[in-house]
C-alpha cells in the first residue's frame, strides 16, 4: 500500500486544506508514514505571505528531495498558486497544483502510485486530462503544473484540523476561504481567491460531529472571517452563525481565530459578554497606527476607528483577552508614523501583538511603492513593537493573579511529566500550568497564583493566596516569548 506524509506550511486555513486532503487519501486506503523520510509520496503545502515562507518551502522540499531521493513530490499552497513554475524547477518535485486544483491531489497521487496500490486506493479516480476544465497541466522539466483562474474557483477544500500546538485537544474549522478586499502589502487575494464560505447546515454538522467525538472547545477559522455568509443564498451573517451554534449545539466552548475590525459590532461583542461559552478572546488585525500608513495600506478605517472598537470591547469584557497584527517597516513609513503606531498600542488594551517585518509581494501593489525602507530600520522597528507586547503580555498575566479561570487542559509535554503538571488555556487565551496531572481535553475551575514569564501558574484548591502574590522584584525580571 502506498504511503504518503503531508509537510505543511501556513496559517490554520492552510492547516485545514492539509487535513482535508490526509482525509481524502485516508479514505481511499492510503497510509500516512511517520515522516517525510519514509513516504511514497510527500505533499508540500505552502505559505507565501513572506518571502521567508517561501525560502522556508524551498529549503524543505530540497532537504525532503534529498533524504528521500524515491519519493514523488506534489507542491501545493499559496506559494504553488503564485509562482508555479518556481518550484516546478526544483529537484524531486513530481507536480506542482495550485490552490485552484487541491481538490484534485488525491486523483493525481493516484496516477502516481503504484499499480497494485491504484487499484486498491483511487477509487474515484478521475484521469488528469478531464480534471477540472480551464486548467492548465504544463509539462515543466521533470515537474507538471496544474493550476487554474484562483478567481474562478469556487471549492472551499476544508476539514477540521486535530493537530496542532495543542495536540489534538482543540479542532480548528475553517468555515471560510478567500478575501474580497485588496490590502496593497497581501498577496492573499490573489493565491486564494474570493470569499466563499461553508453552508451553516455543514458548519453545524461539522461542530456536532466534533462534539460527539469529544471534544469541547473548537476554533472557527477563516482568511477573512467576518465575511463568513456573505455569499450564501440566503445570506447568512457570522453573528447569525455563532448564534446557533450556541442555541442549537452542545459545544462547550467556541473561538474565533481572527476578525477585522470594522466586522466587529456591538451585538457581535453583547454576543461574547452573554455567553460563557463563547472564548473572551479578540484577535484583531490593525497592522499600522498611522492613518497615513493604514490609508497607503488601502485598510478600510482610520486609527480612531479601531481604537473605539478596542475600547468598546474592554468596556463590556474587562477580562478578553484582545491581540492584533502589526506590520513594521511597510514602504513610506517614517519615523513619526512608526513613534504613532507605538504610541497608539501603548495606549490601548491589547494582550498580545503579533509583529510581522513588511516582506515585498511580488503583484501587489506595496511592492511598485518607492520610498522602502532599509531594513536595518525594519528590524529595529520590529523589536521595539516585540518588546511592547510583550510588556503588554506581562502586565495582563499579572492582572489575573488571585482569580479563578475555567481552563481547558491541553496534551502534555515532557517537560510537565517531570514537573507533575498540566499545561491548559484559559477563555481569555493564556496559558496557565496547573499543579497536578490531568487528563487533556478536561475543563477545571483553577485559582492563578503567580506568574512566571508569560505563563500562569494555578492550582485547584482555594488556600490562601497571598504568598503568591507577585512582587516588585518579580515583576521587575519578566520575560516571555512573543504572544
Known amino acids: 500500500m502506498a504511503t504518503f506524509y503531508i509537510e505543511q506550511f501556513g496559517c490554520r ?37 513572506t518571502a521567508a515562507a517561501d525560502a522556508q518551502a524551498r529549503a524543505a522540499i530540497r532537504e525532503i528531495g534529498a533524504r528521500n531521493p524515491a519519493a514523488r513530490i506534489v507542491v501545493t499552497g ?46 474515484g479516480f478521475v484521469p488528469i486530462a478531464q480534471l477540472v476544465p480551464g486548467s492548465s497541466s504544463l509539462p515543466h522539466g521533470p515537474a507538471n503544473i496544474l493550476t487554474g483562474d484562483i478567481l474562478e474557483c469556487a471549492d472551499m477544500l476544508s476539514a477540521p484540523v486535530l493537530g496542532g500546538e495543542a495536540g489534538h485537544t482543540r479542532p480548528t474549522l475553517k468555515i471560510q476561504d478567500g478575501c474580497n478586499s485588496r490590502c496593497s502589502f497581501c498577496v492573499i487575494p490573489f493565491v486564494r481567491g474570493r470569499s466563499r464560505s461553508m453552508s451553516l447546515q455543514d458548519v453545524l454538522e461539522n461542530i456536532r460531529g466534533l462534539v460527539s467525538a469529544g471534544y469541547k472547545e473548537i476554533v472557527l477559522s477563516g482568511i477573512n472571517l467576518g465575511t463568513y455568509g456573505r455569499d450564501l443564498t440566503p445570506r447568512v451573517e ?199 496531572v490531568f487528563p487533556a481535553n478536561e475543563f477545571l475551575d483553577v485559582r492563578v497564583r503567580r506568574v512566571e514569564g508569560c505563563r500562569l501558574i494555578a492550582s485547584r484548591n482555594d488556600d490562601s493566596v497571598e504568598e503568591y502574590f507577585w512582587n516588585s522584584a518579580q515583576a521587575s525580571k519578566i520575560t516571555c516569548a512573543s504572544a
Open 238 to 436: 457570522l453573528l447569525d452563525l455563532l448564534r446557533q451554534i450556541v442555541d442549537a449545539t452542545s459545544l462547550e466552548r467556541l473561538r474565533l481565530s481572527s476578525i477585522e475590525p470594522l466586522d466587529i459590532t456591538q451585538e457581535l461583542i453583547d454576543l461574547f459578554a452573554s455567553s460563557t461559552r463563547v472564548a473572551h478572546h479578540f484577535h484583531v488585525p490593525l497592522q499600522s497606527g498611522s492613518d497615513r500608513i493604514l490609508a497607503a495600506m488601502h485598510r478600510w478605517y482610520r486609527a480612531e476607528q479601531y481604537a473605539r472598537r478596542i475600547e468598546c470591547i474592554r468596556e463590556r469584557l474587562l477580562d478578553s483577552a484582545i491581540g492584533a497584527d502589526v506590520i513594521a517597516g511597510f514602504p513610506g513609513e517614517s519615523d513619526a508614523d512608526h513613534a504613532a503606531t507605538v504610541d497608539f498600542i501603548r495606549r490601548l488594551p491589547f494582550t498580545y501583538l503579533h509583529v510581522f517585518s513588511f516582506s515585498e509581494r511580488p503583484g501587489t501593489r506595496a511592492a511598485r511603492l518607492p520610498e522602502t525602507v532599509a531594513p536595518a530600520v525594519i528590524r529595529r522597528r520590529a523589536r521595539e513593537l516585540r518588546a511592547l507586547g510583550e510588556r503588554k503580555t506581562a502586565a495582563f498575566a499579572k492582572t489575573q493573579i488571585g482569580r479563578r479561570l475555567r481552563v481547558l487542559t491541553l496534551r502534555p509535554g515532557e517537560e510537565d511529566s517531570a514537573l507533575g503538571s498540566t499545561n491548559a488555556i484559559s477563555s481569555n487565551n493564556l496559558r496557565v500550568r496547573i499543579s497536578g
Open 78 to 123: 499559496c506559494y504553488a498558486q503564485r509562482a508555479p513554475e518556481d518550484l516546478a524547477a526544483l529537484p524531486g518535485v513530481a507536480w506542482v497544483v495550485g490552490n485552484s486544483h487541491k481538490p484534485q491531489i488525491p486523483d493525481l497521487i493516484g496516477q502516481m502510485a503504484p499499480a497494485a496500490a491504484r487499484s486498491e486506493a483511487a477509487a
Open 13 to 49: 486555513a492552510t492547516q485545514a486544506d492539509a487535513a482535508a486532503i490526509e482525509r481524502q487519501l485516508l479514505d481511499r486506503g492510503y497510509d500516512a508514514a511517520p515522516e517525510a523520510s519514509l513516504a511514497d509520496v510527500v505533499v508540500v503545502n505552502t505559505c507565501t505571505v
